[in-house]
């Protein structure tokens, strides 16, 4: 076990805890970063199963994320639109599969109507809350104490417009059943993407994939630094005082001035903090947890939706597969979609075997596109949920009441010790683009305060 010394210690090398590292150094601090796994990226992986190269986590990019198009640019990395010609479809509660162009769901004219007055209504609301600091709007507690069903529910009558709308933040984005969290939470993730109208705009919200893949990021960011990239070292243990740290890690001790914990809040208490965290600390940590997607990939030997017309671009609340998209790789002849399948849904098709799991899931994705898609040449079910250092997908979300109680103090520094990671950052937040804005911040105040 060797142990060396250095500024600061990034513990965690996805895209947040490497763009810390980056901005540290080229401010003159010293740094080593601590992965627990054999490769960099986090939730950033790019992988190639069976032939086909498929992003297993994060991708795409929107236009308003500018931190992380600015990090593309650095990087020299080139993106491509994706493919979005033809009809979107929608399947509705009888099983009615409907071909539609534009924003809103070819559904009766009345329930259109109440489907525009809750974007209308709910585009209000995310301005007034804002993004920066939504537990400390005059109405947060409010907000924070009622479901985003049961609000959804005062709202309107009309079943399908309310199941439509609660897609956009449940399914679609939190990952976690909609009476499960707040209306104040789907507030901030719909602030956090600019307005909810930008949620319900697939066109923007998912617009621009990277070539290659978006885990270049961080293993761009990561080669820069070299061998202070410590892979296959989960940090075990931080000792901490108000005079700096020591992180003991599996083959490696870093001792530093600060430390920056850039992994998802749900693994903090992973780490054998010594002394412990203060009691505060420890209450707020159990009230964010991570939700649960299994992204599903699917590859055929062409895009065969396109000559039928199909954009691929599909939806349904009522779906085992709630939402799907044309992910063809750039200058790829093979067609591939991807397609959801979120939270309680995720966990009864894991009781089911992978065979009866994969039927059911391809027989969904039939639904919109026909036959031919029950037999992909490549498939693939992404399993965050079983990875140890995430344990689920996308991103950690407070439980009902927990952003206006904790929100406030979710980044305060513990003495020494940083939090750092897209699923505490506003603009961004639960995404890449937060993640990057997120370590520039806490590199920013680490060296302001270094200096000071
Ligand atoms: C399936 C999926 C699809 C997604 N799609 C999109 C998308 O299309 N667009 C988008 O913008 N975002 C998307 N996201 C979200 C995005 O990937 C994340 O918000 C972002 O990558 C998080 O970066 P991070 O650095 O904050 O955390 P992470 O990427 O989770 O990085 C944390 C790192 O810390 C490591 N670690 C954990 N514990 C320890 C320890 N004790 N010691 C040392 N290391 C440790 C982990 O191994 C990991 O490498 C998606 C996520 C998933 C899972
Ligand atoms: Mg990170």
């Known amino acids: ?112 109507a109440e489907m525009e007055r809750l974007i209308t209504l709910l585009d209000e609301l995310v301005e007034q809350v804002g993004v920066t600091e939504p537990w400390a709007h005059a109405r947060a507690k409010e907000y924070d104490r009622i479901s985003w069903s049961a609000w959804l529910a005062e709202q309107t009558d009309d079943v399908e417009a309310r199941d439509n709308i609660a897609l956009f933040i449940a399914a679609a984005m939190l990952t976690k059943p909609s009476h499960s969290f707040s209306l104040l939470q789907a507030l901030l993730m719909a ?39 410590h892979l296959s070292n989960p940090v075990r243990r931080l000792e901490w005082s108000e005079d700096g740290v020591s992180a003991e890690a599996d083959n490696v001790t870093v001792n530093a001035r600060y430390a920056i914990v850039a992994v998802p809040p749900n693994l903090y208490s992973r780490i054998d903090f010594q002394p412990p965290l203060p009691r505060l600390s420890h209450q707020m940590h159990q009230h964010m947890s991570l939700g649960l997607v299994i992204k599903v990939h699917a590859v055929y030997e062409t895009p065969f939706w396109r000559e039928d017309g199909l954009s691929a671009t599909a939806f349904s609340p009522y779906e085992l597969v709630h939402e799907a998209y044309d992910n063809t790789n750039h200058e790829d002849p093979r067609g591939t979609l991807v397609g959801f399948v979120s939270d309680e849904r995720a966990d009864e098709v894991f009781k089911l075997s992978a065979e009866e799991r994969r039927e059911r899931i391809l027989t969904s994705l039939s639904h919109y596109y026909g036959e031919q898609a029950l037999s992909p040449v490549v498939y693939y079910e992404s399993d965050w949920g079983s990875e140890e250092w995430t344990r689920g997908a996308y991103a950690a979300s407070f439980d009902l009441g927990g952003l206006s109680r904790y929100g406030a103090m979710q980044s305060t520094p513990v003495g020494p010790i940083y939090w750092s990671t897209s699923d505490l950052a506003a603009e961004g937040y639960q995404h890449v683009d937060g993640a990057i804005r997120k370590g520039a911040d806490t590199a920013e105040a680490i060296i302001a305060r270094h200096q000071a």
């Open 1 to 112: 076990m060797s142990a060396i010394e250095r500024d600061v210690v990034i513990i965690g090398a996805g895209a947040s805890g490497l763009t810390a590292a980056t901005k540290l150094r080229a401010a003159g601090l010293s740094v080593a970063v601590l992965e627990a796994r054999d490769r960099v990226g986090g939730r950033l992986w790019t992988n190639h199963i069976d032939g086909a190269m498929l992003e297993l986590g994060g991708q795409w990019v929107s236009p308003d994320q500018t931190a992380l198009l600015a990090t593309l640019e650095e990087l020299g990395l080139d993106t491509y639109s994706r493919y979005r010609e033809g009809d979107s479809v929608y399947v509705d509660a009888e099983g009615v599969r409907t071909r539609f162009t534009g924003d809103i769901f070819p559904v009766a004219e009345s329930t259109a």
């Open 191 to 229: 602030a956090s993407a600019g307005s909810f109208t930008h949620l319900v705009e697939a066109d923007f919200i998912l617009d621009k994939r990277v070539v290659g893949g978006l885990q270049q990021v961080p293993i761009k960011l990561a080669e820069a630094l070299g061998e202070d990239v």
